[in-house]
Nanobody, 123 residues
Framework: QVQLAQSGGGLVQTGGSLRLSCAAY????????AGWFRQVPGKEREFVAA????????YYADTVKGRFTISRDNAKNTVYLQMNSLKPDDTAVYYC????????????????WGQGTEVTVSS
């Protein structure tokens, strides 16, 4: 069982930046695919970004490509989501996730989830 603890998020104006962090309490986390998802009330959770276990490949939803960057620091067992040029449509609860599956790219079917963190972008 991989426990994921998120931090970051908050309120930012349009065009601003935020960084989300996701710390894993598992020594094998570096072997997992890590992902970020977001959810707006009343809508399904949607894929945002994924990072392969080796850190050499990333995959993004078209809606965030060029603005968001997923990265990881395996020494700290932490995954980040750097969000730039934020828009009001980016407002959501963001979740980090992890899976030991080797399927790539991985946009669904994650096994472990963080607690979620709110991101609000004001216009």
């Amino acid at each position: 069982q991989v426990q994921l603890a998120q931090s970051g998020g908050g309120l930012v104006q349009t065009g601003g930046s935020l960084r989300l962090s996701c710390a894993a309490y598992d020594r094998t986390f570096s072997s997992y695919v890590a992902g970020w998802f977001r959810q707006v009330p009343g809508k399904e959770r949607e894929f945002v970004a994924a990072l392969r276990w080796s850190g050499d490949r990333t995959y993004y939803a078209d809606t965030v490509k060029g603005r968001f960057t997923i990265s990881r620091d395996n020494a700290k067992n932490t995954v980040y989501l750097q969000m730039n040029s934020l828009k009001p449509d980016d407002t959501a609860v963001y979740y980090c996730a992890a899976t030991s599956s080797r399927t790539w790219p991985r946009i669904s079917g994650y096994d472990y989830w963080g607690q979620g963190t709110e991101v609000t972008v004001s216009s």
